[in-house]
């Protein structure tokens, strides 16, 4: 049968075949066609692409030993390091620009533009990096830094000195440092996770381009907002004038609300970054000379056994804790009938004590020696925390009525042995700090409103945060109402899965709260020291966005009360009465609920941390996709493609 027919030319009625003679011309045109665009692809594309693969490589192995210099905190090192990279990265770009031709190409210009925005990340990252070394190298000492030229100071108290002359010369540097991330995160934020996989050849993709554009917006966000603090350093430091503080030492083997059980409080003056201590007693003489008794409040009522009035002590019901601080301050001025104006309110916790101490190796006091060492008599905690829990929590009356003023001389001995510490110590001691702050044992509040505004964009202030409508939020605030320091044993852990659709998110929380230790003999009139009571009693809340619909809630021995409070919806159970949480054992709460956040083409989630409490193992998983297991130790953000 003819595939081609023709009768044009021909004579009438006579058929001519053509087929046969124009297929081997057309094959061999497609063939050639095809061994061009081969060639094409192997010079224009495979060639410069196996190139690259190998630079990239190259690149790879130079950043791991940036991370190992960054973690030996070796800043000659780094300085080596990152001039490598740079010329890794011109090269990478070089040999990336060869790739040009398939930019043009429908589809694959999107994965060619992401690969110029990475490379202009890494090199606005790398010029931010030569602005961020040339800002911290004369406080390098105090980041616990080595490698370059050594300062004369010779103490602690010295370089603070120092600090509190010369921090303000690092704003100009913010500044710049400041812009350089903000473009990194606009050309970041420009990447679409959603158009790759979530694994090739054993690298995760999809989630580390997600982690990555978390940790830039975080970054961002921080330096932003913390240049307004640093910016008060110098005045918080008493460069011009002194400053007077007031401290509130929380008890977080005894959780509440804004981080443990008020015990003792102190006053200290910090004048051109020396610190002086003043006056210092117990929360209960405290309470004994407020001559007017407030009716308990609600939750008082409800929960605290056989307590009928508001006593100072336990004030600090709210997880905010400006709202706390308020309270205490006001208390405090009515019960000494004080006028002094103190420049901010300082609230610290035992884990600030115990990080401190084990850069100092021990601390002696007129009191005893503490140190960080364990201790069998509370199954393993530091000999420190015990030591703290004996004096504080013996019968008031059994050895020596003012059981809690052990406060003045041990934080006298602290103050002096930091600020009187070697300098080679001075870079653990101010890490140290920095973590308490950020995990939330050390909060701060200002009575002058512009700086209270200041230390809460720094998120400093232990405040609840206010949440854009688009952005999910979980708060869990755990108080013990046993009176016994049980959270020394407590542990969490949390399974959270969270399925968004619609614009909604809808939340399933599983909480086990575990006991590890056995039970104190808690007969105080002996003398006894009742560290884990035989019933943990809980009330525990859950602060989540406004609007959020519960759905049900378990491991409540009460009908879940809802209302709103700090613009959050909440939730509250309690254990304790009638079920509890005993020594060596461990007790399941759960919740589920529908958010009143809503949700955009990216899930962002708000995790704010309880100020005292340990860390917590969690488990995440959204719309099915298991996150990486973390301990939460500080507020934290979830970004999410979906």
């Not at 104006?341 to 850069?359: G, N, R």
């Not at 003023?405 to 103050?415: G, K, Q, R, V, Y």
């Not at 909060?443 to 505004?453: A, I, M, R, S, T």
Request: with cysteine.
């Amino acid at each position: 049968m003819d595939l081609i027919t023709k009768t044009a030319n021909t004579k009438p009625g006579k058929k001519v075949k053509l087929g046969n003679r124009r297929w081997p011309k057309i094959i061999a045109i497609i063939f050639a066609f095809i061994f061009i665009l081969a060639l094409g692809l192997f010079f224009v594309v495979y060639l410069p692409a196996k190139e690259l693969q190998t630079k990239i490589e190259a690149a790879k192995t130079e950043v791991d030993h940036l991370k190992q210099s960054i973690n030996e905190k070796d800043l000659e090192k780094i300085k080596i390091n990152l001039s490598v990279i740079k010329d890794h990265t011109k090269s990478i770009e070089d040999t990336y620009f060869k790739l040009k031709p398939i930019g043009f190409l429908p589809i694959i210009n999107n994965y060619y533009q992401d690969g110029l925005r990475t490379i202009s990340i890494a090199k606005n990252s790398l010029d931010t990096s030569d602005i961020i070394i040339k800002a911290i190298e004369p406080y390098k000492d105090f980041l616990g830094m080595t490698g370059s030229a050594a300062s004369s100071e010779e103490t602690t108290q010295d370089r603070i000195a120092f600090l509190t002359q010369s921090v303000e010369g690092l704003i100009p540097y913010l500044d710049t440092i400041e812009a350089k991330i903000a473009e990194i995160d606009k050309s970041a934020g420009e990447i679409n996770p959603s158009r790759y996989p979530e694994e090739f050849r054993g690298y995760q993709i999809k989630s580390n381009i997600t982690k990555a554009q978390e940790l830039l917006s975080q970054s961002h966000k921080l330096i932003k907002d913390g240049k307004p603090l640093l910016s008060k350093v110098s005045w918080l430091l008493g460069k011009d004038s002194p400053r007077k503080y007031l401290m509130i030492f929380q008890n977080d083997g005894e959780l509440r609300p804004s981080g443990g059980f008020w015990t003792a409080y102190s006053t200290m003056t910090v004048d051109n970054g020396k610190v002086k201590p003043g006056t210092a007693s117990n929360i209960y003489d405290l309470d004994d000379r407020i001559n007017s008794r407030t009716p308990a409040p609600r939750l008082i009522k409800s929960y605290h056994i056989n307590v009928p009035y508001l006593n100072l002590r336990d004030s600090n019901l709210s997880p905010d804790f400006p709202t706390d601080a308020k309270i205490f301050l006001d208390q405090y001025l009515k019960a000494t009938g004080s006028k002094e104006k103190f420049d901010a309110i300082i609230a610290i916790d035992t884990q600030l004590l115990v990080d401190m101490v084990a850069v100092l190796g021990k601390l002696d006091t007129r009191v005893g020696t503490f140190t960080t060492e364990p201790d069998k008599r509370c199954y393993g905690c530091p000999q420190i925390i015990y030591e703290m829990q004996w004096m504080s929590g013996r019968p008031r009356d059994y050895i020596e009525k003012n059981r809690k003023d052990f406060m003045n001389p041990l934080m006298s001995a602290l103050l002096a042995n930091v600020m009187g510490s070697e300098k080679n110590k001075m870079g653990q001691l101010i890490q140290a700090g920095f973590k308490s702050i950020n995990e939330k044992h050390v909060l701060f509040y200002f009575p002058n409103e512009d700086n209270q505004k200041m230390g809460d964009l720094a998120n400093i202030t232990g405040k609840i945060y206010d949440t854009e409508s688009s952005v999910d939020y979980l708060h869990l605030n755990d108080t013990n109402f046993a009176s016994a320091k049980s959270n020394i044993f407590i542990t969490q852990k949390i399974k959270h899965d969270i399925t968004v659709k619609n614009g909604q998110a809808q939340h399933k929380i599983n909480i086990t709260y575990t006991n590890s230790a056995p039970g104190s003999n808690c007969n105080l009139e002996k003398g006894g020291l009742c560290l884990n009571a035989s019933t943990y009693r809980n009330l525990f809340r859950f602060y989540t966005p406004k609007g959020s619909q519960l759905i049900k809630m378990t491991g409540s021995e009460i009908e879940p009360v809802q209302y709103e409070e700090l613009n959050k919806q909440v939730f509250e159970g309690f254990y304790g009465n009638k079920f509890g949480l005993n020594p060596q054992s461990n007790l399941k709460t759960s919740i589920e609920y529908t958010s009143g956040a809503q949700i955009g083409s990216v899930y962002n989630l708000m995790l704010q941390k309880q100020p005292g409490t340990k860390p917590v193992d969690y488990e995440l998983t959204i719309n099915g996709s298991k996150q990486p297991t973390f301990q939460w130790v500080a507020d934290k953000t979830i970004r999410f493609s979906l």
